[in-house]
């Protein structure tokens, strides 16, 4: 079965520090996908990033980028000098290729980010 | 703009009632989906749907039933309302087959019974 674990419950940063959110993940599979999203308190989910298992360097979208590390099965979310904007709750997700399309979430990381 | 609406942000049902969470997206993606989002578990799948009148049940679909009668609409249905779905509900579509099949979501439904 697939599982992701986000063991960070809530991380609290400095404005302008950089930050990782940690992601773990499990599956069989040898096709999958590995996506993150950020929930503001508006309630929207909000799509960041994605990296795909065969994909050969990680993958960047502005001040995301993505740390995977197949051989330990991680994904972590890292977030460049970060703004007051980026409090959020972070959900990783994985998504097997074979699969109905389904995605399965980590329980998602509250951060706080403080002036 | 991507764009995925759920028609109520919050709700309040009494215990027993039949409840209406209707979603609509206007990008022609084949796949719908409904979440359910609780504190420390993150989002679970109660039913997806990759196609008209198509249905397949999620990890906890006990409870909820869903409706889709045009490719743009998609609804989960509550036919008796419990104390133990209080929760936020979110609506998400994506397109079936495309390679990074992004879901888009909409911005939730906080339902309360009581």
């Known amino acids: 079965a697939q599982k992701i674990t986000q063991t960070q419950p809530g991380m609290f940063v400095q404005e302008k520090e950089a930050v990782t959110l940690d992601c773990t993940y499990d599956?069989?599979?040898?096709?999958?996908?590995l996506f993150w999203y950020k929930q503001p308190s508006s309630g929207e989910m909000i799509f960041l990033i994605y990296?795909?298992?065969?994909?050969?360097q990680n993958a960047t979208e502005g001040r995301y980028s993505l740390n995977f590390q197949k051989a330990r099965k991680s994904a972590n979310l890292v977030i460049s000098a970060s703004q007051l904007g980026d409090s959020a709750m972070y959900f990783c997700?994985?998504?097997?290729?074979?699969?109905?399309?389904?995605?399965?979430f980590g329980q998602g990381t509250r951060l706080t980010i403080n002036p | 703009d991507v764009k995925v609406t759920q028609s109520s942000r919050y709700l309040v049902k009494r215990t027993g009632e039949k409840v209406f969470l209707e979603c609509v997206q206007d990008?022609?993606?084949?796949?719908m989906f409904w979440y359910r989002q609780d504190p420390g578990l993150g989002l679970r799948l109660i039913y997806f749907?990759?196609?008209?009148?198509?249905?397949e049940k999620g990890d906890i679909p006990e409870g909820y039933s869903v409706s889709r009668e045009k490719k743009e609409r998609f609804s989960l249905i509550l036919e008796s309302a419990s104390t133990n779905q209080t929760s936020m509900y979110l609506c998400?579509?994506?397109?079936?087959?495309?390679?990074?099949?992004?879901?888009?979501f909409g911005a939730g439904t906080r339902l309360s019974v009581l």
């Open positions: 998400a579509s994506s397109f079936r087959g495309a390679a990074k099949n992004i879901q888009y």
């Open positions: 599956t069989s599979d040898p096709s999958y996908g």
């Open positions: 990296q795909g298992s065969y994909d050969q």
């Open positions: 749907s990759y196609d008209v009148k198509m249905k």
């Open positions: 990008m022609d993606h084949e796949n």
């Open positions: 997700a994985m998504r097997v290729i074979q699969g109905a399309q389904k995605l399965v």
